[in-house]
Structure formats: structure tokens, C-alpha cells
């Protein structure tokens, strides 16, 4: 009886702790709460295919160090993205993760995890815009006036509000936008991150729209303000806007325009709109403000709008891809795993066949022990096979081995840099690897999936990969790669060098170019080419820290000479050359395979061997192989022409440009 009593006991016990439990759980539950918000009202490029996604947690429970997921579930696979965060009682957190997004819709999860619990979820939905949409961005008091552009018919614009705080402080970040609009009254709240990403962003090609002052953006405004307003006649805005209507008479802002900037409308003296390059991009600005009367209301203003920023020549990032094989190629060929030379073959076949042959005959016969064929012919044979197998070994390889290339892409004389990084790994053995990118870099899809050396599979594939933000760092985990094959991926990054990587001054005159290349990095830049209107000019080797002088060196259509040991990369390296400008293969225009930069283009392209690695594996050594390809856009003003047919564009042709731009405006 008494034992029956203590496991009544014990039974109660046991019970009640349970119940406990699930009230703890539950109470912890009820007590954590999260929203996924993406960003630009849940759009993304679906040419770039990454948008911020912002996951706000709140804990008014027990303090805990949990972890914030986010599941981008897609038709390439769920992919997920993880944090650590610590939640004190009572606190709210934000986690801005940038994923990577492939379709035409995703769906977003984010889950709130302690251990292996689950304490709260949330869901969103973002789409992708397609390649002829705009998708712009405001950052102003009052965005009436930017959404009423949604409504003209001058191309499909989707025009999103953002509010300072949450404009992303990385670049790529913001490469799903066309343009974005930025108004002075409220620049000031954001912060020295933020500014660096937008100039790093309309570097890269992205249209940046500035009304008021902006003194933070000084380097990329086309004006200087003098202080104050003044009362100008505002007719040009009627042409620009092709409206028999014109506001007259209005108050705006007295500016001078600085070295490099044009007038679209209104004179140098007194600039209405105006317009400035800043690398691949250009930055607008308007001396009177859209939200404001008499051009509130003006049935001329939305069209003016939709002129200036659905006429962007590209999407910033657009161009960041090389076609996909050449690279996958070059990547593949890792040092010391291609297959013998057939002269070594030949020759190591023939040894066996001498050997086992005439020279073991002549040797038994000679010592009249014949014999001794039944036991040396099979331990011949046992060595060779030996021999054989261990040089497979060996050239196969028995380290894990990483092979990288970066693709660096700037304007020569510009501090703001683009990096494409293609990395595979060969493993020797069937294992998954935690795989850690530099702090610049955003991880993208697979862009080659598991293949034997020597082979390719295209495919993109995101399925059960979880992407990790450690310490402001992207780590991929427990990525498989089976027993000696290689598996490649790619990522994506920029950054802002302490100085210009290449700085030029080049003048071209017929077939032959002359003058100076600076190069400022602290590694050389080998095989090194300028192309100009479709021709090569071999420059050759550019020292480290060191100014190149060249002197009427001729050009040629071709760029290939077999002049290296190792011809099979020479001739890849060529390939990969040659396709920054030129596509190896007719694509559609949504296809990776096209050029980096447009033919008509002057660009220097060159090769920096043995480079610092931008990925590695956490917690876990390999040999690592890297090189560097160096695209570098050599602007007008660093290169002159001295044949007929050549001018800048004055200021009628640019208005020009503008009214010719859309003929249904």
C-alpha cells in the first residue's frame, strides 16, 4: 500500500511538471511576438533578386538568447537565413537580412526559435517586378505627388514610399530600385552608412532624384546652392513636360552648376532641372519641389517625374554577371587535379612494356632462370599498379581545395568598387562545410550545382541551404559536397577603397593609343588590355604602385596568343576577357550571358594573380587558389579621341534626350 502511495505521488508530480511546462511554453509563446516586413512594399528586381526583408521581435517574457530565421521559401528551394539575437525582458529587436530571391514570388517566413522551440511566426509575400517596369523609391515629407506617376501612361512605374530609417546602409541592397528620390527636409536623418551606400549605389549605375539641399551628397550633386530663393520664369518645365501649360512664375532655388554637370531645363544661370554622371549613374536635381505649389497641383509635374526616372539606360547591377560556363570552367581548373599528359601516359605505359618484356627476357635468360617469369611478371605488375594508383591519387588530390575569381569592376579614378565572386570547393572526401564570406559580400544562388571535374550542371538550386549572419559576416552552412567532386556558388559584394584602384589618361588617335596608366593597388595587374571602339590595345604588365607609360601602341581585333605554359587557362583567361565585352553567345536580354560593359565602351581589363581570399571555410583549413579580374571603365574625361566624329552633349541635346525619350508621354 505504501508503494502504491509513492507512485501515486510521483505520477502527480510528474504530471504537474508536464503541466508546467506546456504553461511555461505557452506563456513564453504568448509573450514573444515578430512581423516580417520586406522592404520597397514587398517588390524586387527580378534581374537583381535581392531586397531587404526587416524582422522586428518583441519579448515581454523571461530573457533569453534565442535565434531569428528567416525561410525564403521559392520555386529553387526553401533557403534560410539565420541569426543569434538576445531578447531581454521586455526589449524589441530588428534583424535586416538581404536574400536572395529567384521567381517570380516568394513567400517569407520568420520564426522566433529558443533551442529547438518555436515561440512565434510570421509571414510575407514579395514579388518580382518585371525587366520593363520602374521601380522607384521616395524618401520624402509627402509622397502624393511621386504616386500620382502610377497612374500616367509612360511605362510601368511602381513608385514605393520608404521612410529614412529604413533605407538600407548596403548598396546592393538597394539594386532593386531604378531610382530613388530624396528629398533635403529629411536627408538629414540619415546616417554616414546610409549616404555612403547611396553614392556607392549611383555609382553603380542607380538614378538618384534630389530636391532641396542634400550637403551630405555635395560630391554627387550637378549644383552648388548659393543660399536662398529667387523668382524665375518656369517655361522650360512646360517643354520638358510637353504640356501646353506652364506654372509662370515660381520661387526656386538659386544654384550654380558645377564641373561636369548640364542643364536640362532652364539656363546655367539660373538651373531648373539639372543633371550630373557619378560613375555609371547620374544624379538629378530640381530646384523647385514636386509637393509644393503651384507644382502640386500642376498636371506637368508627374510628367516631368516620369520622364526623369523611367529613362534610365540600365538597373544599378544589372551588368554584374558574366556569362556563367567560361567562369564555372576557369573555376574548375584547380591546380594539380587535371588529368596527366598522354605523352606521361604513353610514356609510363611504355617503361611497363619494356620492362615486363624484352628486358625481363633478356635478364632471365642471361642468368638462365626462367623460371622466375611465374613470380616477377606479377610483382612487376603489382608495383606499376601500385605506382599508378598512388600517382592517381595524387593528381586527383587528397585536400580540400578552393578555387575563387573575382570579378572587380570600377571607373578608373573612383574609390567605389563591385565584386562578383565565383568560388567552388573540391572535396576529397563526401562531407558538408560551413562556408564564410568576407564582410563586403552577399551570398547568391547556386550557380553551378554538384559536378565531377570536367563537367557542368547549370542549374540554380537554393534547397536546404542555411545562410548565417555571424558577426556581420555571411556564413553558408553545411553545404554538401560529395567524394571528389566540386560544387560552385556565387556571391556578390562592394566597397570603398582607400583610394582609386587605377587612375588614366589615355589618348587615342586612329588605330594606336598613348599615355599613362596609374596603378594604385598593392598587387600587379597582369595581361593587361584596353579596348576601344572594338579594338584590343595590349598594354601588358602594370606594376604594383607604379605609373605604366605607353606610347602609340597599336590595336588588333584579336587577343589571344598561346604565350603561356599552361595554355588551357591562358585560353580561358582570354575567354573570360573577351565575354566583359562581348557575349560568347546570343542570349535574350533577361539572360546572364551578356557583357559586363557595353562594346562602345573604353574599358581597361587585366588579371591580379594570388590575391587575399574573400571566402573561406569556418573552423576548418584548405588550400585556397585565387585570382582577379579588373574591369576598369575608363570615363571621357580620363581619355581623349583625336579622330573626327567626337563631342560632348550640350544642353539641347540632352533636353533632347529627355522629350525623345518615350513617345507616348
Do not use: C
Not at 528567416?70 to 543569434?84: D, F, H, K, P
Not at 556607392?200 to 542634400?214: C, P
Amino acid at each position: 500500500m505504501k508503494h502504491l502511495l509513492v507512485r501515486f505521488v510521483l505520477a502527480l508530480a510528474f504530471i504537474f511538471s508536464l503541466a508546467l511546462h506546456y504553461v511555461g511554453s505557452a506563456s513564453a509563446q504568448s509573450n514573444v511576438s515578430v512581423e516580417v516586413d520586406p522592404a520597397f512594399d514587398g517588390s524586387y528586381s527580378s534581374l537583381w533578386g535581392v531586397a531587404p526583408v526587416r524582422v522586428r521581435v518583441s519579448n515581454q517574457g523571461q530573457s533569453f538568447v534565442g535565434r531569428v530565421e528567416l525561410v525564403v521559401s521559392q520555386s529553387a528551394g526553401n533557403l534560410v537565413y539565420t541569426t543569434e539575437v538576445d531578447l531581454p525582458q521586455g526589449s524589441s529587436k530588428e534583424v535586416v537580412f538581404y536574400p536572395s530571391m529567384i521567381g517570380t514570388s516568394v513567400t517569407l517566413r520568420a520564426r522566433v526559435l529558443n533551442g529547438t522551440q518555436t515561440l512565434a511566426e510570421a509571414s510575407a509575400q514579395a514579388s518580382a517586378i518585371g525587366s520593363s517596369q520602374y521601380l522607384v523609391g521616395v524618401i520624402v515629407p509627402s509622397a502624393d505627388s511621386y504616386l500620382r506617376l502610377e497612374n500616367r501612361q509612360l511605362g510601368d512605374i511602381n513608385v514605393v514610399q520608404i521612410e529614412p530609417r529604413d533605407l538600407p546602409d548596403r548598396s546592393l541592397a538597394l539594386g532593386s530600385l531604378d531610382a530613388l528620390v530624396l528629398d533635403g527636409s529629411v536627408a538629414t536623418d540619415l546616417s554616414p552608412q546610409q549616404v555612403e551606400a547611396l553614392r556607392s549605389w549611383v555609382n553603380s549605375g542607380g538614378t538618384l532624384l534630389l530636391v532641396g539641399e542634400l550637403s551630405a551628397l555635395g560630391d554627387v550633386m550637378p549644383v552648388r546652392l548659393k543660399g536662398g530663393s529667387t523668382s524665375a520664369d518656369v517655361e522650360d518645365l512646360a517643354s520638358l513636360s510637353r504640356t501646353s501649360t506652364s506654372p509662370g512664375r515660381a520661387q526656386v532655388l538659386a544654384a550654380d552648376l558645377v564641373s561636369g554637370a548640364q542643364v536640362i531645363a532652364g539656363s546655367a544661370s539660373t538651373p531648373l532641372v539639372a543633371e550630373r554622371s557619378f560613375g555609371e549613374g547620374r544624379a538629378i536635381w530640381l530646384a523647385w519641389n514636386p509637393t509644393e505649389e503651384p507644382f502640386s497641383t500642376w498636371q506637368g509635374t508627374p510628367r516631368i517625374l516620369a520622364r526623369l526616372l523611367a529613362s534610365s539606360p540600365h538597373k544599378a547591377n544589372d551588368a554584374l554577371f558574366l556569362s556563367s560556363w567560361e567562369i564555372n570552367q576557369f573555376v574548375q581548373n584547380i591546380p594539380g587535379l587535371g588529368l596527366p599528359s598522354t605523352w606521361a601516359l604513353i610514356g609510363f605505359l611504355g617503361v611497363y612494356v619494356v620492362l615486363i618484356g624484352p628486358v625481363l627476357y633478356f635478364l632471365l635468360k642471361r642468368t638462365d632462370r626462367r623460371e622466375l617469369a611465374w613470380v616477377l611478371i606479377p610483382a612487376i605488375s603489382l608495383v606499376f599498379s601500385v605506382v599508378a594508383y598512388a600517382g592517381g591519387s595524387a593528381t586527383r588530390g587528397r585536400a580540400t581545395t578552393i578555387k575563387s575569381l573575382e570579378v572587380v569592376q570600377a571607373n578608373a579614378g573612383s574609390r567605389y568598387e563591385q565584386v562578383m565572386l565565383n568560388f567552388g570547393i573540391f572535396s576529397p572526401v563526401r562531407k558538408n562545410y560551413d562556408i564564410a564570406l568576407d564582410s563586403s559580400l552577399l551570398p547568391m544562388w547556386q550557380v553551378a550545382g554538384a559536378s565531377s571535374l570536367g563537367t557542368s550542371d547549370n542549374a540554380i538550386s537554393t534547397r536546404g541551404y542555411t545562410v548565417e549572419f555571424d558577426q556581420g559576416s555571411y556564413v553558408v552552412s553545411d553545404a554538401f559536397v560529395d567524394v571528389y567532386s566540386f560544387k560552385s556558388w556565387a556571391a556578390v559584394g562592394a566597397r570603398v577603397a582607400d583610394r582609386p584602384m587605377v587612375e588614366t589618361d589615355l589618348r587615342f588617335n586612329g588605330g594606336t593609343m598613348s599615355g599613362e596608366i596609374s596603378n594604385h593597388s598593392q598587387y600587379s595587374i597582369e595581361e593587361a588590355f584596353v579596348f576601344h571602339n572594338g579594338r584590343w590595345f595590349r598594354v601588358g604588365t602594370i606594376d604594383k604602385q607604379s605609373v605604366r607609360r605607353v606610347s602609340n601602341v597599336d590595336s588588333s581585333t584579336v587577343i589571344w596568343e598561346n604565350t603561356s605554359p599552361d595554355a588551357t587557362n591562358d585560353f580561358r583567361r582570354t575567354a573570360i576577357t573577351e565575354s566583359v565585352v562581348s557575349p560568347t553567345t546570343p542570349a535574350p536580354p533577361d539572360s546572364s550571358v551578356r557583357p559586363l560593359v557595353p562594346g562602345t565602351d573604353t574599358v581597361l581589363i587585366g588579371w591580379q594573380k594570388n590575391v587575399p581570399a574573400m571566402v573561406g571555410l569556418r573552423n576548418q583549413g584548405a588550400r585556397i587558389y585565387t585570382d582577379r579580374l579588373v574591369v576598369i571603365r575608363i570615363p571621357s574625361d580620363q581619355s581623349s579621341q583625336s579622330t573626327p566624329g567626337t563631342s560632348s552633349r550640350g544642353d539641347d541635346n540632352l533636353l533632347s534626350s529627355y522629350l525623345g525619350g518615350r513617345t507616348n508621354a
